[in-house]
């Protein structure tokens, strides 16, 4: 098992940043692939951005792209999402997860990922 726990949401101004942070704890080593989705309610789960956890290959769905930034600190295991100028858009609970698959990173499905987080709500106001 992986255990993943998200932090760093709240309330931000259009325009504003936040940076949440991810902390993984647990099997690690099964850690292929980590990303962040969001979900808005009666909404499906969206893919946002993810990264190989060896680092190299990052993915971001086209809406964030040029804003919002993923990284990772091997060292402490822990997977970051800088997200700048925000749009009320983003508003949103945003989801850390870790995937056992290669393929995640291709396939940016939640179905491809085997272990989540609880969440963290980002509200960005107009």
């Known amino acids: 098992q992986v255990q993943l726990v998200e932090s760093g949401g709240g309330l931000v101004q259009a325009g504003g940043s936040l940076r949440l942070s991810c902390a993984t704890s647990?099997?690690?080593?099964?850690?292929?692939?980590v990303g962040w989705f969001r979900q808005t309610p009666g909404k499906e789960r969206e893919f946002v951005a993810a990264?190989?956890?060896?680092?190299?290959?990052?993915r971001y769905t086209d809406s964030v792209k040029g804003r919002f930034t993923i990284s990772r600190d091997n060292a402490k295991n822990t997977v970051f999402l800088q997200m700048n100028s925000l749009k009320p858009e983003d508003t949103a609970v945003y989801y850390c997860?870790?995937?056992?698959?290669?393929?995640?990173?291709?396939?940016?499905?939640?179905?491809?990922?085997?272990?989540w987080g609880q969440g963290t709500q980002v509200t960005v106001s107009s």
């Open positions: 990264d190989s956890w060896r680092g190299g290959n990052t």
């Open positions: 647990g099997r690690t080593f099964e850690t292929v692939v």
């Open positions: 997860a870790a995937s056992r698959y290669p393929n995640a990173l291709l396939q940016p499905r939640a179905t491809m990922y085997n272990y």
